[in-house]
């Protein structure tokens, strides 16, 4: 138990002297929980996805991981999902620089913004995590769902940084929960916990990406949304002619 202990200490006394660059590996979980259980997607069993986020001093590159999942569906003509961003997430906090690539249909996209704004309110409360003492941070989005954020992030892991777009706390976010209610009851999120983290002897470049069609976040949404409507009325336009 001492070994275990020390070796946890000469970790964290590492990461706190040297923290010129570091990589993060975090596991993500959704859930979705319906107040009504027949609303319940028996027919689909949602995976775990996994990421790596490099950060040095100002960027940071979060990217998806492909891993060969163990989990078996839960019976025959059960379908699996894996839900999470698959493109390259990159942020610069000092000159406020976010990049994202993204995709719809065969289409590339490069969504080019500034990074969004959080407005965290910070806790005393506080819990241990890869042994490191985490503080606990909170924060409501302005959307139609008033999604809830629940963020861990540690004081002496110096980078104002965390999975996804999420930023802005005094400490590298370990854990986040970003997840809303439904009106009628239940709800659904997602979590993020980071699986380890070490410090880089051999640094990397944290290349921002550069492919795709230019676009800010609210362009892409909007280009979403029509790509929904058209399918929409294709369904539509099917379901009459029969």
């Known amino acids: 138990m001492k070994n275990i202990l020390l070796s946890i200490l000469i ?4 990461l706190i002297a040297a ?19 027949s609303m319940e997607m ?24 492909e891993k060969i999942s163990n989990e078996q569906p839960r019976g025959e003509g059960v379908a699996t ?5 698959r493109g390259t997430i990159f942020k610069n906090t000092a ?3 976010y990049l994202k690539e993204a995709k719809l ?43 809830k954020i629940t963020a861990w992030y540690a004081p002496k892991l110096n980078f104002k ?7 802005g706390l005094p400490g590298l976010i ?36 550069s492919k795709g069609e230019k676009v800010s976040r609210q362009e892409f949404k909007e280009l979403a949304k029509q790509q929904y409507n058209k399918m929409m009325e294709m369904y539509g336009d099917g379901v009459d002619k029969d």
Not at 11 to 14: G, R
Not at 19 to 37: A, L, R
Not at 123 to 137: P, Q
């Open 42 to 65: 028996s027919d689909v069993t949602f995976l775990n996805s996994n990421y790596e986020l490099i950060v040095d001093e100002n960027s940071s590159s979060f990217v998806f991981v």
């Open 81 to 85: 999902v894996q839900m999470g961003s």
């Open 105 to 147: 249909g065969t289409k590339n996209y490069l969504i080019q913004d500034s990074l969004r704004v959080f407005d965290w309110s910070i806790s005393k409360e506080t819990k241990n995590i890869l042994g490191f003492e985490t503080r606990k941070a909170t924060a409501v989005l302005d959307d139609k769902y008033g999604t």
């Open 19 to 37: 923290q010129n660059q570091i990589k993060v590996e975090y596991e993500m979980t959704p859930y979705y929980n319906p107040i009504d259980k």
């Open 161 to 167: 940084t965390g999975p996804e777009d999420f930023w």
């Open 174 to 209: 370990l854990e986040l929960e970003s997840g809303f209610e439904y009106e009628e009851g239940g709800n659904e999120g997602s979590i993020y916990k980071a699986l380890s983290v070490e410090v880089l002897k051999d640094k990397v470049k944290v290349e921002a990406p």
């Open 11 to 14: 970790l964290v006394s590492t």
């Open 95 to 97: 000159d406020n620089i």
